[in-house]
């Protein structure tokens, strides 16, 4: 990574609207910290603020700056829930799991009032769309399940899919009013911010190389010879991560989520299209996502292939999706496409690994990690100053996916046939 990379210079709408990031210096010479935290997310972030509200001296270390992951390129859709239906989570995990997850939009917004965190933050509901009749069963079941655990949700026919996204082709969906929208690259500045107002260090261009055990405790080298000295790590590099731990990379596929916003709205389309600026992302396994930006600027989120996009033409399944949903979004000029990478897991659900004492890791969002993210930083942070604060997920061990290098074939393979099947669905 050169050392002059930035956030600002990947061509988000994001960077392009973002209010200047804190100052921070790169890092250099010798540190000593009780907790140090390699990647500054929402994960990272979030588990600094807790742990420095708590006392703890704390060390946040990224290879660019805050937000340079995915924490600043996301879709910023604030969306409560994992990709299980909550009796499901409560099989698996327990009710005060699912109890966690429902919780976790109401974190963020939570996060954003108490330290003032200019970032937008609109609390529109999040709606999962359908094109299909054949998932409607499914997502009528998800909403029931959180409704009878009290979250204000609720169905929604075609009639209503229309009026309350302007869009076309959906035959149903459901809206959870606790989901919402921030701005994703204000919002990790903000915490960054909120974090070094509590007393947290942050050093941007450190990227951490090695990490040893040292006098019982732990030295982070850096790729500019710095280092660091801590008696707890926490790795929260999500699909930025790299070779620090052994088989720690291979338990995730990173995959890239592209994204693109289109020139502005005017102001009749902006009453038509998601009027109360809900966020939407579609049922399908291979789902596209959209809301309104910054500016008023329409946008539309997917998958896109395990190489990075080169050129507009990388882009022409979301230009599709775009103007399918929106058919008279052909006549508007897309302004920014740009991409971000996520981390997908076997079971497509976070994981928490303490592979070692004093060794804490949480990844694999699987792309729904704005709330998630934040709520478990927090927890993390929390379970780290006493160990009787349980955390929210279970322990799971670091498991290296086999041939894990020939990801981008295998994974692209199961991606196709995911499209297929979302194509036979009726
Ligand atoms: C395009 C896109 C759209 C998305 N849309 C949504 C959405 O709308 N809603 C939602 O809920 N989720 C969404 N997500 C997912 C969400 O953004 C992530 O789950 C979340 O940001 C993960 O946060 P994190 O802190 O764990 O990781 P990241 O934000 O990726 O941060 C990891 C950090 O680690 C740093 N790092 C890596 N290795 C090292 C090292 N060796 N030393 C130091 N630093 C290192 C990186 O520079 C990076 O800044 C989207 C993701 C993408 C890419």
Redesign the pocket.
């Known amino acids: 990574?050169p050392s002059s990379a930035t956030i600002r210079t990947v061509p988000s709408v994001w960077a392009a609207t973002a209010a200047p990031g804190p100052d921070l210096p790169a890092i250099a010479g010798a540190h000593r910290a009780d907790v140090a935290i390699?990647?500054?997310?929402?994960?990272?972030?979030t588990t600094a603020l807790a742990l420095a509200e708590g006392g703890a001296s704390v060390i946040v270390?990224?290879?660019?700056?805050?937000?340079?992951?995915?924490?600043?390129?996301?879709?910023?859709?604030?969306?409560p829930g994992l990709k299980y239906d909550p009796d499901t989570l409560d099989a698996m995990f327990g009710p005060e799991t699912t109890a966690f997850v429902g919780g976790t939009a109401d974190v963020v917004f939570r996060l954003v009032r108490t330290h003032g965190i200019d970032c937008d933050p609109i609390r529109g509901g999040w709606i999962q769309a359908s094109v299909k009749h054949a998932h409607l069963p499914a997502l009528e079941r998800r909403m029931a399940q959180w409704r009878a655990r009290g979250a204000d949700v609720a169905m929604l026919d075609a009639g209503a899919m229309a009026a309350r996204t302007g869009g076309t082709g959906f035959v149903g969906g459901w809206i959870d009013h606790r989901g919402g929208?921030v701005h994703?690259l204000n919002y990790?500045c903000g915490l960054a911010r909120a974090a070094l107002a509590a007393g947290a260090r942050i050093f941007r261009e450190?990227?951490?190389?090695s990490l040893v055990r040292a006098d019982g405790g732990w030295a982070i080298g850096?790729d500019n010879g710095a280092s660091l000295r801590a008696g707890q790590v926490v790795v929260?590099?999500?699909?930025?991560?790299?070779r620090?731990w052994p088989g720690l990379k291979a338990t995730v596929i990173p995959a890239?989520?592209?994204?693109v916003a289109t020139a502005p709205l005017d102001a009749d389309q902006l009453a038509r299209i998601l009027p109360a600026r809900s966020?939407v992302?579609d049922s399908r396994r291979i789902a596209n996502?959209f809301?309104i930006g910054p500016e008023g600027r329409l946008m539309m989120?997917g998958r896109g292939a395990f190489t990075d996009p080169r050129g507009a033409t990388d882009y022409h399944r979301i230009d599709a999706a775009l103007h399918g949903f929106f058919p008279e979004a052909r006549s508007l000029p897309i302004d920014f496409r740009?991409?971000?990478?996520?981390?997908m897991t076997r079971d497509h659900l976070p994981h928490i690994h303490q592979p070692a004492p004093g060794v804490t890791m949480?990844?694999g969002?699987?792309?729904?990690?704005?709330?998630?993210?934040s709520a478990l930083?927090g927890a993390i942070g929390a379970h780290l100053l006493d160990s009787a604060q349980p955390l929210p997920l279970s322990l799971s061990t670091i498991r290296p996916m086999p041939v894990h290098g020939l990801h981008p074939l295998y994974a692209s393979a199961m991606i196709a046939a995911y499209r297929v099947r979302d194509m036979l669905e009726r």
């Open positions: 990574m390699i990647g500054a997310g929402f994960t990272g972030l270390a990224d290879t660019v700056e805050p937000g340079y992951g995915a924490s600043g390129r996301n879709g910023g859709q604030v969306i929208s994703p990790a450190a990227e951490a190389v850096f929260a590099t999500n699909g930025y991560t790299g620090l890239n989520s592209i994204q966020v992302s996502y809301r989120g740009w991409a971000g990478r996520v981390a949480a990844l969002y699987n792309g729904r990690g704005v709330a998630m993210a930083g």
